[in-house]
């Protein structure tokens, strides 16, 4: 009995294997289809699953762009500022919200001249104490009043509107190469303690470096 029951579940098997043998080199083109098909549902885009797709049975990864390359990735940057002499407007309002400087980041090469334009009243620039590279001098602008900064010293500038520093009315200038800007960053966080609106404007400058 129980050599018969052995032939008779190895015929099963055979039997299957034939079977899925014929049904794989049945070449009508509805059982291709059948066995091409994708596995279950697809996901599109907007469909509120985080997957979208790239095509009939493929799904994107939607970690995918926190593996990109930075090239794709980092979009913000900002690029080099051509030429010895950049203007950056003191604003009521701009691309960035009320109480702007405008650009409000830039990057220059060293011994460039930065020409602050009162473009709107009640405005000054001033530079930040403990945020600048060390040797650099220091500024503050008269308000209302234009001022033109030439800077020798390579790094990263932070400076302010005073009357408008809680509203967080900075802005951020890099000299050349970046060399103090882990302690500029360090620094951030006991400036932005006094911003009452606008409080992630300073980050989000930096970032842009």
């Known amino acids: 009995m ?12 055979l ?9 794989s080199s049945d070449m009508r083109e509805s059982a291709i289809e059948e066995r091409t098909k994708p596995m279950g549902s ?5 469909d509120g699953c985080g ?10 990864n939607p970690l995918a762009s926190m ?14 500022s051509e030429g010895p002499e950049h203007e950056v407007k003191m604003l009521n309002s701009g691309a960035d919200g009320i109480m702007v400087f405008e650009p409000a980041v830039i990057k220059i090469s060293k011994g460039d001249t930065v ?22 001098e220091s500024w503050n602008g008269a308000l209302s009043q234009d001022i ?5 010293e390579e790094g990263v500038y932070v400076y302010q509107c005073t009357p408008h520093a809680m509203m967080a009315m900075v802005g951020v ?27 992630d404007r300073l980050d989000d400058y930096l970032s842009r470096l």
């Open 67 to 80: 593996m990109a390359t930075p090239s794709e990735t980092i979009s913000n940057k900002i690029a080099l």
């Open 173 to 199: 200038i890099q000299v050349g190469e970046a060399v103090n800007l882990d302690s500029v960053k360090s620094q951030a966080s006991q400036t932005k303690s006094v911003f009452i609106s606008n409080t």
């Open 51 to 60: 997957i979208s797709s790239a095509g009939p049975g493929y799904k994107v």
């Open 115 to 136: 020409n602050f334009r009162a473009v709107d009243m009640s405005h000054n620039s001033a530079s930040l104490e403990g945020m600048i590279p060390v040797g650099a």
């Open 42 to 46: 697809i996901c599109l885009k907007g």
């Open 15 to 23: 039997l299957a294997c034939f079977t899925a043998l014929v049904s």
């Open 148 to 152: 033109s900064i030439t800077f020798t």
């Open 2 to 13: 129980h050599y018969i029951m052995k032939i008779f579940t190895t015929t099963l098997i």
